[in-house]
């Protein structure tokens, strides 16, 4: 076995190849929304005890790091109402400051923003992706069955004003928010946010609402899209699974996530983390590794193993089918699990 000084500092590459530089985590499963597509309105969340300690996060995320991780994304759940959230930001952005990670950043819901911005900014956060499908807001209380869209919308203004870069994700959904695309692409480019677009995927038991009739392909989206504005192919820079393009119009970029018509796992670069110390491997695999145990063993070498082994276990991809005859999700978690 080699020594611990060895493993800290050897990269996590993947069976294919691939170098794991990204990491998410899902900091909580808990939120203040029940997205339909997301969660069924009474969903049963993880007894505390299981969940690791923000403690437990900041170390477990600081090996990835001495791994060399150098993109961390705080997911979830809802990550701002996880109590005492700002501690874990605050702890994470030493390695901002070392350089030994080059971004920090956060996916949110923007319901408890207006409050954190000034914070985020501080601990180092400078770019945050707020989850926005409509602009109406009893449209946006249908689809969160919870939210208050003016709440959002004073999250995100706090969050411009505080200095961040916002980026909206909108799940794109047939017969909800079909009829407000051009809208969603004439507010951001009038606020200078960039807007990604994401089809919706299957994941999770959500109740009632049938996810095959919510799914609307993106190049359906795109070809409305066309009609309106002028697009221009962009190089992707973000070393994620979008594909960009810019409105001529409104000088913007608009970016697609096509998990379901466009496979994009040979550049694959990221691994997933639950709040219970769960490592996964592929979004849309059921495969995992937890490495809570190895964490709370009092041998560091045992963690560094439990990494490099799950890292060994990387698929080649994934195969998310909607299967018109099951009617039943691919992958039997939910996003709010591994955080989107
Ligand atoms: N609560 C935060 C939020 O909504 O931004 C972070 C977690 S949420 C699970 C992360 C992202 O996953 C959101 O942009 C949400 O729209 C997306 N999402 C959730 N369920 C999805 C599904 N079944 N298909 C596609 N995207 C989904
Ligand atoms: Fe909550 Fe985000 Fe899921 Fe909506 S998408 S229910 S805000 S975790």
Same mark, same amino acid.
């Given at each position: 076995?080699?020594s611990?000084?060895?493993?800290?500092? @050897?990269?996590?590459?993947?069976?294919?190849?691939r170098?794991? $530089?990204?990491?998410r985590?899902?900091v909580?499963d808990?939120?203040?929304?029940r997205?339909v597509?997301?969660?069924?309105?009474?969903?049963?969340?993880l007894p @505390?005890a299981?969940?690791l300690?923000l403690?437990?996060l900041d170390?477990?995320c $600081?090996?990835f790091i001495?791994?060399?991780?150098r993109?961390?994304?705080?997911s979830?759940g809802? #990550?701002?109402?996880?109590?005492d959230i700002?501690?874990?930001f605050?702890r994470l952005?030493?390695h901002l400051?070392?350089?030994?990670l080059?971004e920090?950043?956060?996916?949110?819901n923007?319901s408890?923003?207006?409050?954190?911005?000034? =914070?985020?900014? $501080?601990?180092?956060v400078?770019?945050i992706?707020?989850?926005?499908?409509?602009?109406?807001p009893?449209?946006f209380?249908?689809?969160?069955?919870?939210g208050?869209l003016?709440?959002v919308i004073?999250?995100i203004?706090a969050a411009a004003a505080? =200095?961040?870069? *916002?980026?909206i994700?909108?799940?794109?959904?047939?017969g909800?928010?079909d009829?407000?695309?051009?809208d969603?692409?004439?507010?951001?480019g009038?606020?200078?946010?960039?807007?990604?677009?994401i089809?919706? /995927?299957?994941m999770?038991e959500?109740g009632?609402?049938?996810?095959l009739?919510?799914y609307?392909p993106l190049s /359906?989206?795109?070809?409305e899209?066309?009609?309106?504005?002028t697009?221009t192919?962009? #190089?992707?820079?973000t070393g994620?699974p979008?594909r960009?393009v810019?409105?001529?119009?409104?000088?913007?970029?608009?970016?697609f *996530?096509?998990p /379901?018509?466009h496979n994009f796992?040979?550049?694959c670069n990221r691994?997933?983390?639950?709040?219970?110390?769960?490592?996964f491997?592929?979004? =849309?695999?059921?495969?995992?590794?937890?490495?809570?145990?190895a964490?709370?063993s $009092?041998d560091?070498?045992?963690?560094?193993?439990?990494i490099?082994?799950?890292?060994?276990?990387k698929?080649?991809?994934h195969d998310?089918?909607?299967?018109?005859?099951?009617?039943?999700?691919?992958?039997?978690?939910?996003?709010?699990?591994?955080?989107g």
């Open positions: 076995m080699s611990l000084t060895e493993l800290a500092e @050897k990269p996590l590459i993947d069976p294919f190849d170098h794991v $530089s990204y990491l985590v899902s909580t808990r939120c203040d929304f997205c597509y997301c969660m069924s309105e009474n969903m049963t969340f @505390k299981d969940v300690t403690e437990e170390r477990l $600081s090996a001495s791994r060399g991780v993109k961390l994304r705080i979830g809802e #990550p701002l109402v996880r109590r700002m501690w874990l605050d952005g030493r400051e070392t350089d030994d080059e920090l950043t956060l996916t949110t923007a408890q923003l207006e409050r954190h911005a000034a =914070g985020l900014y $501080s601990a180092g400078r770019r992706n707020v989850s926005l499908d409509t602009l109406d009893e449209k209380a249908r689809i969160t069955r919870w208050k003016d709440k004073g999250g203004d505080a =200095g961040h870069r *916002i980026k994700n909108a799940v794109a959904l047939k909800v928010n009829d407000e695309i051009h969603l692409v004439a507010w951001c009038d606020r200078d946010f960039d807007l990604t677009f089809e919706v /995927m299957p999770g959500i009632g609402e049938m996810r009739d919510q609307w /359906m989206v795109r070809a899209l066309k009609k309106r504005w697009l192919e962009i #190089p992707d820079t994620g979008a960009y810019r409105a001529k119009e409104t000088g913007g970029r608009i970016g *996530i096509t /379901m018509t796992c040979e550049a691994v997933r983390l639950t709040c219970t110390g769960t490592l491997m592929c979004l =849309g695999q059921e495969d995992a590794a937890d490495l809570r145990a964490l709370r $009092s560091p070498d045992i963690l560094m193993s439990a490099d082994d799950a890292i060994a276990r698929p080649k991809g998310f089918i909607l299967d018109r005859r099951r009617k039943a999700p691919a992958v039997s978690r939910h996003m709010s699990v591994t955080g």
